[in-house]
């Protein structure tokens, strides 16, 4: 399926659906695809959550992540069930090198869990295949509404850099539950929206936080529905960056 369109191309919309069934390993989009487009767009389509499931184990050269958005533009990724089952160090779909105008629509992230578990990411925007939460022009204009997100640290961790903020991203609608101590996590954004989403169940015996930013240069929270033991909502620097 990749190799057929990073070998030709594409010159119109592509839809690969995707039949119901276990499939094991990761899945990755090296780089954009040539001629897509924001009309010419891969869509990437699972029977429905629960039925069509992506089930990895995080192994594999650059594996760690079930599903990697590496350098990739105008792809939609909708209706699976994406997990992984590594114990740390662990990324359900990992944006890197500046993904651009990608969409991830109505999929359930499901990632290991338990008690003081570290570095288990359901969504990472980060710089790195192997570290945690670094730093860098990582991803802008993505859009991530209608998941479900369950275990981990963090649902989310969405990084940028201090001299190269990415900007646009917006999660939408998403429900983040049973994760240890971060519903979303966001560092060095521009103009992000996070609205509409519900946080809850928050396990971590320490200090939980729903939403933590920091660093941003503009940014709009608004309609989420939090329950955090220790903070709905934590802004650090905000404004200011």
């Not at 029977?47 to 499931?53: C, H, L, M, R, Y």
């Not at 519903?183 to 939403?211: A, C, F, H, K």
């Amino acid at each position: 399926m990749l190799s057929a369109i990073y070998t030709c191309g594409i010159s119109g919309p592509v839809v690969f659906n995707i039949q119901p069934g276990t499939y094991s390993g990761q899945i990755r989009f090296n780089g954009p695809v040539t001629g897509a487009s924001s009309v010419n767009t891969i869509t990437i389509n699972g029977a429905g959550q629960g039925i069509t499931i992506l089930d990895h184990d995080g192994t594999g050269t650059n594996g760690i992540p079930t599903i990697a958005l590496d350098g990739a533009s105008y792809l939609t990724i909708q209706n699976l069930t994406i997990r992984n089952t590594k114990t740390s160090l662990a990324w359900g779909v990992l944006f890197i090198n500046n993904a651009m105008h990608n969409k991830l629509l109505n999929n359930r992230i499901e990632m290991y869990y338990a008690p003081g578990v570290s570095s288990v990411y359901g969504i990472a925007f980060q710089n790195s295949y192997t570290s945690a939460g670094t730093e860098g022009f990582n991803g802008n204009y993505n859009l991530i509404q209608g998941n479900t997100i369950s275990g981990g640290e963090m649902g989310m961790r969405i990084e940028g850099g201090t001299s190269t903020r990415t900007s646009g991203n917006r999660i939408i609608n998403n429900i983040i539950s049973e994760v240890d101590d971060y519903g979303i996590y966001t560092d060095d954004q521009d103009s992000i929206d996070i609205i509409g989403n519900r946080i809850e169940n928050l396990l971590g015996t320490g200090t939980t936080y729903g939403i933590y930013i920091t660093d941003p240069r503009s940014f709009n929270i608004s309609a989420n529905n939090i329950n955090s033991k220790s903070y709905g909502i934590y802004g650090l620097n905000m404004g200011t960056g």
